[in-house]
């Protein structure tokens, strides 16, 4: 499975609307986001440091930022997210929450947002950390699925990891450090891959899907077509 990170950010802005329209449009089978908060706490589709609007005035931290300001640049809150994904409900969601979102909101807090949005559709979203204790509390809130980032290949060896079980595991590409991706009760996404090339590649090794932030490339490629079943 080729999924979009961040939606079809080729040709347009990542994590909005329209980006994940289009890359619906694309044929993409799922599609990967990571969530943020407001000041007041609620959630916005946002990957990266800060805004980065000058024209606007508005350079800080999305955690830093209400939610009227917000509203005026181009971006997605978790909550539209989740109203248009009820209306494509075959689309498969994996929403990031990183380390530093968690601190500054509180795991429980940040997770149970999130649930209380995707109530309906549960079944579609999996949640991505990179850290255990926060995917434990998620199942035990009632996540189905978990997706856990590790650093590298011997991370998933370590005992937690294979006492979690998660259902995925992520993992960049130049941290692969042996030919084969080992198997386990999980599936491995490898990220992110932007060439057909790859994605044959990294298939041969070991990798159940990819993230890659070019699918329109991948979806018109021949190669990547046989080896992913698009």
């Known amino acids: 499975m080729l999924i979009a990170h961040l939606g079809d950010k080729v040709h347009h802005p990542e994590n909005t609307l329209a980006a994940f329209e289009a890359a619906h449009g694309l ?24 805004l980065g609007h000058p024209e606007r005035g508005i350079e800080q931290p999305l955690s ?14 978790f909550g539209q997210l989740t109203d248009w994904a009820s209306r494509h409900r075959h689309l498969e969601w994996f929403v990031e929450l990183r380390a530093t979102t968690l601190r500054q ?6 997770i149970k947002s999130l649930q209380k949005e995707i ?17 434990r509390l998620a199942r035990s809130l009632g996540f189905d699925h978990v997706a856990l980032r590790v650093p590298d290949v011997a991370r998933c060896l370590s005992a937690e990891v294979v006492t979690l079980a998660p ?15 080992p198997p386990g009760p999980w599936q491995w996404v490898v990220h992110e891959i932007n060439t057909a090339q790859g994605a044959v590649h990294w298939r041969h090794r070991g990798a159940h ?21 698009i």
């Open 27 to 50: 044929g993409a089978c799922a599609i990967a986001t990571e969530v943020q908060f407001s000041r007041e706490g609620t959630p916005w589709c946002f990957a990266g440091d800060n």
């Open 105 to 110: 909101i509180g795991t429980e807090r940040a």
């Open 64 to 77: 830093q930022t209400p939610n009227r300001d917000l509203k005026t640049l181009p971006l997605c809150s």
């Open 119 to 135: 109530l309906a559709n549960q079944d579609n979203f999996v949640l991505i950390a990179s850290d255990i204790r926060s995917l």
């Open 167 to 181: 259902d995925y595991l992520f993992i960049e590409h130049s941290t692969v450090d042996c030919q084969e991706l």
């Open 209 to 229: 899907h990819l993230l890659t932030g070019d699918l329109p490339l991948l979806m018109r490629s021949r190669e990547a077509s046989n080896v992913y079943g």
